[in-house]
């Protein structure tokens, strides 16, 4: 049998998942005895004089795709990405209020299409690099899990971000012992407490956006502090 030296045209597609074939097309392929992507063996599927297919394997990273006849080894010009399930490893910091930036770590960033807190959507964030996103808590956003998607799949911290409450005003400024005051800022959720100095308020309802107290008896001009989670705001005295 007669074999002739082996040349790659074409990789299809350019982008693939672990587990996924892709056509490789050609010449001189007859009795190809292995192809790898990088450094990793990939399997054969199908192939012919002109044309291979195979499968990305799972340990698989973005690299050039070769193959190996009993005539020569043929490499492609150009890279075959490679998309890999996406890892978060944690977040920094690991509470902060809305719109914060954060940085979130990992790895297999590149490429990622979502971030979400707790379920929400983040229509802007930057890929840093393959291990690092940087995105601002969204307005809306609620203490939970934090997670990005990419081709491949969607990952989730094992750990809560927790969204600090942060008031941005409220109404009435001066108030009597009794009377109520409605304070509006984000990161609302979950309020324990509220308090006007050292005084604990009456809390008569509440929003992640929202809060509605009763200004206690005892209460003296100071700072309104509402906690939620544990985490604690202050704003300017009343």
């Given at each position: 049998t007669q074999f002739f030296k082996p040349g790659m045209a074409q990789i299809t597609p350019a982008t693939a998942l672990a587990g996924q074939n892709v056509t490789v097309s050609g010449s001189g392929f007859s009795g190809a005895t292995g192809c790898k992507i990088g450094?990793?063996?990939?399997?054969?599927?199908?192939m012919s004089g002109v044309e291979i297919v195979l499968t990305v394997?799972?340990?698989?990273?973005?690299?050039k795709i070769s193959c190996v006849t009993p005539a020569g080894t043929a490499s492609s010009a150009g890279n075959l990405s490679v998309v890999q399930a996406p890892k978060v490893s944690g977040f920094s910091p690991a509470s902060a209020a809305i719109g914060t930036e954060i940085k979130i770590k990992g790895k297999n960033f590149s490429g990622a299409t979502q971030v979400s807190f707790n379920g929400l959507i983040v229509t802007s964030f930057t890929i840093v690099s393959s291990t690092q996103i940087r995105v601002a808590v969204p307005s809306g956003a609620t203490t939970g899990e934090v997670s990005v998607s990419n081709a491949a799949s969607?990952?989730?911290?094992s750990g809560n971000f927790k969204v600090l409450p942060k008031i941005?005003?409220?109404s009435p400024a001066s108030v009597l012992p009794g009377g109520s005051v409605t304070i509006l800022g984000s990161g609302f959720d979950g309020v324990s407490q509220v308090k006007i100095g050292t005084r604990q308020a009456t809390i008569l309802s509440s929003s992640s956006t929202q809060v509605v107290i009763t200004v206690p008896s005892a209460a003296r001009t100071g700072k309104i502090k509402v906690i939620s989670f544990s985490l604690r705001t202050s704003a300017v005295k009343v």
């Amino acid at each position: 049998t007669q074999f002739f030296k082996p040349g790659m045209a074409q990789i299809t597609p350019a982008t693939a998942l672990a587990g996924q074939n892709v056509t490789v097309s050609g010449s001189g392929f007859s009795g190809a005895t292995g192809c790898k992507i990088g450094s990793t063996t990939a399997t054969l599927v199908a192939m012919s004089g002109v044309e291979i297919v195979l499968t990305v394997p799972p340990t698989a990273v973005t690299g050039k795709i070769s193959c190996v006849t009993p005539a020569g080894t043929a490499s492609s010009a150009g890279n075959l990405s490679v998309v890999q399930a996406p890892k978060v490893s944690g977040f920094s910091p690991a509470s902060a209020a809305i719109g914060t930036e954060i940085k979130i770590k990992g790895k297999n960033f590149s490429g990622a299409t979502q971030v979400s807190f707790n379920g929400l959507i983040v229509t802007s964030f930057t890929i840093v690099s393959s291990t690092q996103i940087r995105v601002a808590v969204p307005s809306g956003a609620t203490t939970g899990e934090v997670s990005v998607s990419n081709a491949a799949s969607t990952a989730i911290s094992s750990g809560n971000f927790k969204v600090l409450p942060k008031i941005s005003s409220f109404s009435p400024a001066s108030v009597l012992p009794g009377g109520s005051v409605t304070i509006l800022g984000s990161g609302f959720d979950g309020v324990s407490q509220v308090k006007i100095g050292t005084r604990q308020a009456t809390i008569l309802s509440s929003s992640s956006t929202q809060v509605v107290i009763t200004v206690p008896s005892a209460a003296r001009t100071g700072k309104i502090k509402v906690i939620s989670f544990s985490l604690r705001t202050s704003a300017v005295k009343v």
